[in-house]
């Protein structure tokens, strides 16, 4: 089946620094990916829409300077936390479409816990 | 607006059968999916439903009615392990996927 992998799986950071977390798709080409916050006890939040060699589309709310996403190849996308704060504490999670058969689907990555200091 | 709904939180004993409703309103409908979630963990692939009717895999079945915007899920022969959030989500006219909040399912032996 088609793996997604999330890079790092927990990071912990104190408040000002930038933090880069990063999607691929293991096994499969993803024309899009999409990244998704997670508060506790919350249901997921997408933040944006990124397709491969394209700006990356940003939800209502989510500031786009502050979580910049890169989706430079069919296999890797990345989001950038600048200048974290506490309250950017959440869980990311990143899944990936791969526009074939399948075009409806995302596959989810694990997850990566931000703790901001 | 697009709504999703479905109930916050359900409870159901070791071995037995629950339903979870999933109810929407959304522009365009382009396939349902479930999924599960356990604490901490990204969501993970149940069943998806883009015809009316009965979908079975195993303990778990989805249901839905395009014409009454509803689906749910059956799980059978209830398991400790079993204890999740599970989220039903639609896809709408642009293929974006619409999420629900979520029903939190305990299960208690």
């Excluded at chain 1, 927990?10 to 998704?36: H, N, P």
């Excluded at chain 2, 409870?11 to 339903?19: F, L, N, P, R």
């Amino acid at each position: 089946g088609a793996v997604v992998s999330q890079h790092p799986s927990r990071v912990i950071c104190k408040s000002g620094t930038s933090v880069k977390i990063e999607c691929r798709s293991l096994d499969f080409q993803a024309t899009t990916m999409f990244w998704y916050r997670q508060f506790p006890k919350q249901s997921l939040m997408l933040m944006a829409t990124s397709n491969e060699g394209s700006k990356a589309t940003y939800e209502q709310g989510v500031e786009k300077d502050k979580f910049l996403i890169n989706h430079a190849s069919l296999t890797l996308s990345t989001l950038t936390v600048t200048s974290a704060h506490p309250e950017d504490s959440s869980f990311y999670i990143c899944s990936a479409r791969d526009g074939g058969v399948n075009y409806n689907e995302q596959f989810f990555g694990p997850g990566t816990r931000l703790t901001v200091l | 607006g697009q709504n999703i709904d479905q109930p916050t939180e359900m409870t159901a004993t070791e071995g037995a059968i629950v339903q979870i409703n999933c109810t929407y309103q959304t522009s365009g409908f382009n396939g349902l999916f479930w999924y599960q979630q356990h604490a901490g963990e990204a969501p993970t692939f149940l069943s998806y439903n883009v015809l009316d009717g009965l979908e079975e895999k195993g303990r778990f079945s989805s249901f839905l009615s395009r014409s009454k915007g509803y689906s749910y899920l059956l799980l059978k022969e209830l398991q400790m392990k079993d204890s999740a959030s599970y989220l039903c989500a639609v896809v709408d006219s642009n293929y974006q996927l619409i999420w629900g909040a979520g029903t939190k399912l305990i299960i208690k032996p």
